[in-house]
């Protein structure tokens, strides 16, 4: 703001007391409200896992990365393999040598899994692990090529990361006994051909090959959706809720996200709708979150690397999805 300081400022003792008085009344109120509230804290000094620290707001750098304040999700198994597939495998656009390769290290990696064909796109395949249980099934998905028409990029958000959780997810609960407690059948589910291929100028046309692939094979057997794209960054990390995405179950991921120690991670915000794999369960009618953090500078750039991720985001969306499934998986609804 900006000012001269010659504005009157009326004339009187009688006025300043005037001033002195409203402003010892809005202090009253303030505090009034302060203890109905139970005299909350500001967030930067609420518990948690960190030592508060005050940032002043002229160096505030990039919302940081709440630390999740539970291991059950594996980290350092994750990045590790996000890693991999960026430094051994490189670009892997759908059906190249390097995606076809890099399946099979996947499909090795996920307890009992299977390639399963895309009809009419030779050479891609989903890869599927399933832990059999009460149906209609939850599925997790995310999607392993990276894009087509960007030379260069290896799709260290856009890609791997989500692969990477998503396996990290499958490897995890594939070691809790299920059988007995009536829990839901879950689906790990890797997409190939998500990204449009060469020469497309039409993504909803010629992208999501083989989310649609599976919506059309198993769709009738699935009650809900959780895909994770986009997970990872370093700087920044923030899934306001993409605009195609359930409400409910967004609203339960943001309770589980609360419930391990990274809430704030999870906005009461809405972005735009953006078109991924959740886009034909959606549109099946089935219930479906995409934990999305579109807002990413190395988006569709040959430096969505590895230096613009980091495993704790990867961890602490790894640990919300942990807890959401969890919850979900003992659901009657
Ligand atoms: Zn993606």
Redesign the pocket.
Known sequence: MDGDGSGGMGSGPLKVLGSVLVVQLLLGAALLIWAAQGFPLPSFLRGGHEAPTVATAATTPAASVPRARVDAFDGPAAFALLREQVERYGSRPAGSPASRRLAERLRARMPGARFEPIPGHRGQRNIVAVLPGRRPAIVVG??YDTEATIPGHV?A???AA?TAAVVTLARAFSRISRAQRGDRELRFVLFDG??EPKGSTDFYRDGMRGSRAYVARHGDSVREMILL??IAEKQGLRFPREEGSDPTLWAELRAAARAVGVGSLFPNAVSGQIL??HTPFTEAGIPAIDL?DFDYPQRDTPQDNLDAVSERSLDATGEAVTRLLERRLQSET
């Open positions: 995310a999607h799709g958000n856009d890609g989500g998500e990204e794209d986009y991924d794999d999305i």
